[in-house]
């Protein structure tokens, strides 16, 4: 799939058929904050997730049966991913499909406010009354965000690493940038420990 000469698309193949997907930014904006929330578990987010996606008067009488499952699942994860393929990610699998909650760089949740000016200052659009917004134009969007805007600045400071090259008033600079903007720890307790034992493992 090619954004600059295909079609977007707004339904996906399923055993032969044609169904409608939620294909919206706001629709996959609840998926990534479905899938970093610790207080759900995987299978209970699992059916959230098809309902975002697929609940729609189109789809109504369509048959959902179990057997498909693992198809809607797949379905839903190219169209989240924009059609590019994730190799290291199971088939019929949607666990760990969001950013990794330990290396991520924004967050829809916190990051919301600087989000919404990147884009009305760059593109001009109001993402808070636009009617529409495919999700695979809003993701090219975000991506092409320029450097100096203060979110991707932002990001930039999440993302950076300090090292020995670095001056003692750069490590100082980006050190407490990364206190401002740093975004809360998501894990569970259960991962934290994990990640904590497997510190030790390297």
């Known amino acids: 799939m090619n954004l600059l000469i295909d079609e977007l698309p707004k339904y996906v193949d399923i055993s032969g058929q044609?169904?409608?997907?939620?294909?919206?930014?706001?629709?996959?904006?609840?998926?990534?904050?479905?899938?970093?929330?610790?207080?759900?578990?995987?299978?209970?987010?699992?059916?959230?997730a098809i309902r975002l996606y697929y609940e729609n008067e189109e789809n109504q009488g369509k048959d959902f049966s179990m057997s498909m499952f693992k198809d809607f699942i797949e379905a839903m994860m190219w169209f989240y991913s924009c059609g590019k393929e994730r190799k290291d990610q199971p088939k019929g699998d949607i666990q760990g499909e969001a950013p990794e909650r330990k290396n991520n760089i924004y967050s829809f949740e916190y990051d919301d406010d600087y989000i919404y000016s990147a884009f009305l200052t760059q593109y001009k659009i109001d993402l808070n009354n636009i009617g529409y917004l495919h999700w695979w134009k809003f993701r090219a969007m975000m991506n092409g965000l320029s450097p100096d805007l203060q979110f991707v600045k932002i990001m930039g400071?999440?993302?950076?690493?300090?090292?020995?090259?670095?001056?003692?008033?750069?490590?100082?600079?980006?050190?407490?940038?990364?206190?401002i903007y740093a975004l809360p720890d998501l894990r569970t307790e259960e991962e934290k420990e994990a990640d904590f034992a497997n510190s030790f493992s390297m």
């Open 18 to 48: 044609e169904y409608k997907i939620n294909s919206d930014f706001r629709t996959s904006i609840l998926f990534e904050l479905l899938m970093q929330d610790s207080g759900i578990d995987d299978e209970e987010k699992t059916f959230i």
């Open 157 to 179: 400071y999440r993302s950076i690493e300090i090292t020995g090259d670095m001056s003692k008033s750069e490590k100082k600079f980006y050190t407490k940038m990364k206190k």
